[in-house]
C-alpha cells in the first residue's frame, strides 16, 4: 500500500501543531547541526505549509521524513511523528530504499528518542576504540540522553560503516528490546 506524498504528509503533520509547537519545531530546525542546514530566512515567519515546503525542498523525500519526526519528536510531539512516518510508509523505498540505509541511520529519530542506557553504551564504544578519550570526556557530560547520541551521529558514527556496526552490536546488548521492537518495523 502506497503511502501519502511526502509534502502532503508533511503540511499535514505541521498544520495538526499548535502556534507553539510549530515554533518549536521551526527553532529546533534551525538548531540541527548535520548539514543540509535551513537557512533562517526560509522559515522565520512562515506558516505549516511554507515550514513544510522548506522541509521537503532541504532534505528531499527521501530524508525529509526522517528529519522530521526526529525534531516532532524532540518537541514531544511523537504523535504527529508516528502519524507523519505511517502515512509515507512506502514513499521513500519507492526512490530509494531503506534497506540500503545502515539500521543505525534507518531508525536515528528512534534511537535517539528512546535510547537510555547511553552511559554503558559509552562504556564499551570506548573499549571498542570507536570513541577515544577525549569524544568519551566530551559526551559523558552532556545533559541529556538525546543530546549524547546526537553527539555520537554528529561525530564518531560518521567515520565508517564498521562503527554503526559496532554501536548495532553494543545497542543490541544494552537496548535489547529497542532493537527487537525496531527490527520488527520495516
Avoid at 502506497?2 to 521551526?26: C, E, H, W, Y
Avoid at 522548506?54 to 519528536?73: D, M, Q, W, Y
Avoid at 539500521?103 to 576504540?129: E, P
Avoid at 540522553?145 to 543490541?172: M, N, S, T, V
Wanted: glycine residues 4%; hydrophobic residues 40%; contains cysteine.
Amino acid at each position: 500500500m502506497a503511502g501519502k506524498p511526502v509534502r502532503s504528509a508533511m503540511m499535514g503533520a505541521l498544520q495538526n501543531l499548535t502556534d507553539a509547537d510549530l515554533k518549536r519545531f521551526i527553532r529546533e530546525l534551525l538548531a540541527r547541526k548535520d548539514k543540509p542546514r535551513v537557512p533562517r530566512n526560509k522559515v522565520d515567519g512562515k506558516d505549516y505549509m511554507d515550514v513544510a515546503d522548506v522541509v521537503v525542498s532541504t532534505f528531499t523525500e527521501k530524508h525529509a521524513v526522517t528529519v522530521a519526526a526526529e525534531i516532532l519528536n524532540s518537541i514531544g510531539c511523537s504523535d504527529e511523528a508516528d502519524t507523519l512516518v505511517e502515512e509515507t510508509s512506502g514513499q521513500t523505498s519507492q526512490s530509494a530504499s531503506t534497506d540500503d540505509m545502515h539500521f543505525v541511520d534507518k531508525h536515528r529519530g528512534a534511537l535517539i528518542q528512546r535510547v537510555s542506557n547511553i552511559d554503558s553504551i559509552l562504556d564499551n564504544l570506548l573499549d571498542k576504540k570507536v570513541i577515544n578519550q577525549e569524544a568519551y570526556t566530551k559526551i559523558r557530560v552532556i545533559a541529556t540522553p538525546q543530546e549524547k547520541i546526537r553527539a555520537l551521529y554528529e561525530g564518531p558514527l560518521q567515520a565508517a560503516k564498521a562503527c554503526k556496526d559496532i554501536f548495532y552490536q553494543i545497542l543490541q546488548k544494552h537496548e535489547e528490546y529497542l532493537i527487537k521492537e525496531l527490527e520488527g518495523k520495516k
